[in-house]
């Protein structure tokens, strides 16, 4: 694609991809997807919003700082990076306006972005400062030392009081926006899970998980049949909450200058702690 439509940025056709306007005969394929020869491809082209990040003064809640990596609370609601459809009021503007310059790795769309929160989802994210620190952090991502704690309310009562699921995750054949546990294939995950409390008609979890794909947790538990609170597109029935029952709320990682172990930690935000003060 980049060869054929050199007047398109490389971001942009990656985000035309990702939102299936791209198909390969007839059908909408991976951006790793391997042509063989002959293949049909249609592009539908999307109107051109600006591909770059810029500033805005939206409030952000600094949890740990150095010259290395922020790393930041990130409410729910707020969606991590600009892309397709998202060009303002996100985590990226408020970082850019906050520290200005950030790593580049990402790209201008996600500078400083090295792994993503859902939209829903609340909690701690690290973010890269340098471009050295941005490979530092994702070396660490990718060898599994990174380690993430979430705390999770899922519908139903959890049979065991821990368990761990091994399931490999792929994009949803039927639902684009959906991942799925249930074909055959698909990309590794590992979710472990330790019951902290349990309501009546729900289950309280510490989360952890040694694997970083779309949608995890959430894909994980609903598919041993417990959905996380307020996850409609996961199968939890609708609810006042008005965002997932999932929350980032510690990560340890090394630092990358100082070789220094560093964990950062943030309580639930109040909403849910209303929420969960409402069960009995």
């Known amino acids: 694609m980049r060869e054929r439509l050199p007047q398109y940025s490389r971001a942009r056709l990656q985000d035309w991809i990702e939102q299936g306007r791209v198909l390969v005969n007839g059908s909408p394929e991976k951006r790793s997807y391997l042509l063989k020869g002959a293949e049909s491809i249609q592009v539908q082209p999307s109107e051109l919003p600006p591909l770059k990040a810029t500033p805005e003064d939206v409030p952000l809640e600094v949890l740990y700082e ?76 990718a060898a599994r030392q990174v380690e993430k704690t979430y705390i999770a309310l899922v519908h139903g009562s959890v049979k065991n009081d821990r368990g761990r699921i091994t399931t490999p995750i792929a994009r949803d054949p039927s639902t684009r926006v959906r991942m799925t546990a249930r074909l055959a294939h698909g990309r590794p995950a590992v979710t472990a899970f330790l019951v902290l409390e349990r309501f009546q008609g729900f289950t309280l979890l510490e989360v952890k998980i040694g694997t970083g794909r779309t949608h995890q947790i959430r894909v994980h538990l609903a598919s041993i049949g417990h959905p996380v609170a307020g996850d409609k597109l996961y199968g939890a029935p609708a609810s006042e909450l008005g965002r997932y029952f999932l929350h980032a709320r510690q990560i340890a990682f090394t630092s990358p200058s100082t070789g220094e172990r560093i964990t950062v930690a943030t309580p639930l935000p109040p909403e849910l702690e209303t929420y969960l003060g409402g069960l009995v």
Do not use: C, E, W, Y
């Not at 408020?94 to 609340?122: C, E, K, M, Q, Y």
């Not at 890269?128 to 941005?134: E, G, P, S």
């Open 66 to 141: 150095d010259p290395d990596v922020i790393a930041i609370d990130k409410p729910a609601g707020m969606v991590v990076h600009t892309g397709a459809g998202r060009h303002s009021g996100t985590l990226v503007n408020a970082l850019l306006h906050r520290f200005g310059n950030l790593s580049a790795v990402a790209g201008d769309l996600r500078p400083g972005i090295v792994h993503r929160l859902d939209r829903f989802t609340s909690g701690v994210i690290l973010v890269a400062r340098t471009d050295a620190a941005h490979r530092n952090l994702a070396a660490q991502f």
